[in-house]
């Protein structure tokens, strides 16, 4: 049985259904944060931040719901139902695209209504950040959840912290051996500038989409070999 038959798509609604209802329950904190990010926005010239800002904590919200069904050995339940372990995992990355995308299609909904009172901000350049961030969304959620999935909310902060790390590292080193090999990196990026938004942005897109139909063959896989 698959996730797309009949039952499939019902025990998909199901679980939607269930972390939709968990967020109700956080509704007036996510109320709080959203006014929060508007009224900061306020005070700024671009508008980065607040698409930045709700696509991040937007995208957040689906580790709260794995949290939630880890707790108590809630899981063991979970799946004493007729719940396949790959349906739950493509039911959160459908989740945290459904919220996720909420918090940024509103906060690209109050950027462009600020484009008319700031006539510094440009339409065009909010839907080129929009679309950024939209891809940052991707490459968060891609990352965070099978962290969340192997190490659960506890460790998830240490793994994190291990990643960038690592990342810092290696970027250290690529930046050494780019001055070691005498790179003009100027030169680089000045032929970048060259290329129309249009492809990075198509581009970048391109990447995050590979990278989250990576990690969801990840999470699948770790899902398929955890005991509860």
């Given at each position: 049985m698959t996730i797309f038959d009949d039952k499939g798509e019902r025990i998909m609604t199901g679980l939607l259904v269930k972390d939709l209802k968990?967020?109700?329950?956080?509704r007036y904190f996510f109320l709080i944060f959203m006014a929060t990010a508007v009224w900061i926005q306020t005070f700024m010239e671009g508008v980065s931040f607040i698409i930045g800002y709700m696509s991040i904590c937007g995208s957040m919200a689906v580790l709260n719901t794995i949290s939630y069904d880890e707790y108590d050995n809630g899981n063991a339940f979970l799946f004493s139902l007729p719940i396949s372990r790959k349906g739950y995992v493509l039911e959160k990355y459908v989740f945290g695209?459904?919220?996720?995308?909420?918090?940024?299609?509103?906060?690209?909904?109050?950027?462009?209504a600020m484009s008319f009172v700031k006539t510094s901000l440009l339409v065009s350049d909010i839907v080129i950040a929009a679309l950024m961030h939209f891809a940052l969304l991707a490459v968060i959620l891609a990352v965070m959840l099978p962290v969340q999935l192997k190490f659960g909310g506890e460790k998830r902060v240490y793994v994190i912290f291990g990643i960038a790390g690592i990342a810092g590292i290696i970027g250290?080193?690529?930046?050494?051996?780019?001055?070691?090999?005498?790179?003009?990196?100027?030169?680089?990026?000045?032929?970048?500038?060259?290329v129309s938004s249009g492809i990075m942005v198509l581009a970048i897109m391109v990447i995050a989409a590979l990278a989250v139909l990576i990690s969801c063959r990840i999470s699948i896989s770790i899902m398929k070999k955890k005991e509860f």
């Open positions: 968990l967020l109700k329950a956080q695209f459904l919220i996720g995308g909420g918090a940024w299609l509103f906060a690209v909904i109050i950027a462009i250290f080193i690529a930046i050494g051996i780019v001055r070691w090999l005498k790179i003009d990196l100027s030169l680089i990026f000045n032929r970048l500038s060259t």
